[in-house]
């Protein structure tokens, strides 16, 4: 199985909302509510933003939210902060192996 | 508070081998699913390997099955992975994570760099 499908850039001003998007196929995406995201800061270890598709760690602002479309998720970041610049990576559960799937990670560049 | 501590990274030969180890603090080791998860220098992330909470089940990416081994000790609240046969495609920074397939990885260590060349 392929990794999931993320572009490898997005870019948004202060303030305003960006989605980045998470294709997989029916074997994985498709299939399960088991989809999570990643923002990983250059240097530092990646860490969950949302999992299950749409729900949120405790600590994660409610500025990020996700949702999922047949074999496609999205992750949304409204209220953009310089802060949020760094790479997202998306994940889901993936049927008969490997198990687990990422995505090509997404660099979100805030203007 | 949860901990994961990654060591014993190195620069290594290809061909060669090397272990991991992930000390997990501040929640029941045993009772958790485990994974190693690898990201290549300026590359995306990539899962290498899991295993069971009670030891049960073990789990690898094609690319390095038959060549890594991973395995824990609960009474260290320890997990391992042994590389052997490495590659110079396997240099990467090695982190370690709590959770696996049907969880999410909530935990992240701060990752052990390999780099394998000769």
């Known amino acids: 199985q392929s990794a999931l499908t993320q572009p490898a850039s997005v870019s948004g001003s202060p303030g305003q909302s960006i989605t980045i998007s998470c294709t997989g196929t029916?074997?994985?995406?498709?299939?399960?509510?088991?989809v999570s995201w990643y923002q990983q800061h250059p240097g530092k270890a990646p860490k969950v933003m949302i999992f299950?598709?749409?729900k949120r760690p405790s600590g994660v602002s409610d500025r990020f939210s996700g949702s999922k479309s047949g074999n496609s998720a999205s992750l949304t970041i409204s209220g953009l902060q310089a802060d949020d610049e760094a790479y997202y990576y998306c994940?889901?559960?993936?049927?008969?192996?490997?198990?687990?799937?990422f995505g090509g990670g997404t660099k979100l560049t805030v203007l | 508070e949860v901990h994961l501590l990654e060591s014993g990274g190195a620069l290594v030969q290809p061909g060669g081998s090397l272990r991991l180890s992930c000390a997990a603090s501040g929640f029941n080791f045993n009772n958790y699913d485990m994974s190693w998860v690898r990201q290549a220098p300026g590359k995306g992330l990539e899962w290498v390997s899991a295993?069971?909470?009670?030891?049960?089940?073990?789990y690898y990416a094609d690319s390095v099955k038959g060549r890594f081994t991973i395995s824990r000790d609960n009474s260290k609240n320890t997990l391992y992975l042994q590389l052997n046969s490495l590659r110079d495609e396997d240099t990467a920074v090695y982190f370690c994570a709590k959770g696996f397939a049907r969880d999410y990885f909530e935990y992240w260590g701060q990752g052990t760099l390999v780099t394998v060349s000769s």
């Open positions: 295993i069971g909470g009670g030891g049960g089940g073990t």
């Open positions: 029916s074997s994985d995406v498709g299939s399960y509510n088991l």
């Open positions: 994940c889901s559960f993936a049927r008969g192996g490997p198990f687990v799937l």
């Open positions: 299950e598709v749409s």
